[in-house]
């Protein structure tokens, strides 16, 4: 089924929207739009996403402006991430400035049609996928946070934690990285003290035998 609503706002106010389904995503997504404007934890350039039943809302947010899209679950997050940068960008090109003080659902007459051209394009072309598979790295979903989103609307301290944590990691894996290349510069060290040390104790090893064979410290029978 692919993606089966889509919807722009600016902070809470939905510009355009548009549903292929008989459903309360709507609501849902208007409920996901309160919720990320009074989060502290989301900055104005994030990417997340919120599961609900068998589908999952992602969220794009771009100076100011939000782009959300309801998919199933089973349709993954590559495919709708690319829709959502895709609808960001003509929805920018579009309307430029005028987004800043447009109305509610100002542009959702015009709009409306991008958005049901575009998600049965993700949803339904095969080169919607192959196309994101080579953008890749461009439309990488930086932060994901997965929930349910009852839990969500009710105990925000979830999301929260999942920052917390996402963040934790980023450190742990630097603090590894650091603790890597120390130890292996030590490592590196004590294998050349070590060398020294043997070629020092062989050479010592090799003076004494040699003046033992030539009777006295100053080797004076081997000059001879």
Known sequence: MGILYGMVARGQVVLSEFSATQSNANVIAKQILSKINEGSNYN????????????????????????????????????????????????????????????????????????????????????????NRLKGEMTQVRTVMIDNIEKVLERGGRLELLVEKTSAMNSNSIRFKRNSRRYKNNLWWSNIRLRVVLIIIFMVVAYIILAFICHGPLLASCWR
């Open 44 to 131: 104005n350039d994030s990417n997340v996403s919120f599961s609900h039943d068998r589908y999952v809302f992602h969220v794009k947010r771009t100076d100011g402006l939000t782009v959300l899209c309801m998919a199933d679950d089973a349709f993954g997050r590559m495919v709708p991430f690319a829709f959502l940068e895709d609808i960001h960008k003509k929805f920018v090109k579009t309307y430029g400035r005028a987004i800043l003080s447009a109305p509610a659902y100002s542009m959702n007459d015009e709009f409306s049609r991008i958005l049901s051209q575009q998600m049965d394009y993700f949803s339904n072309d095969p080169n919607a996928d192959r196309l």
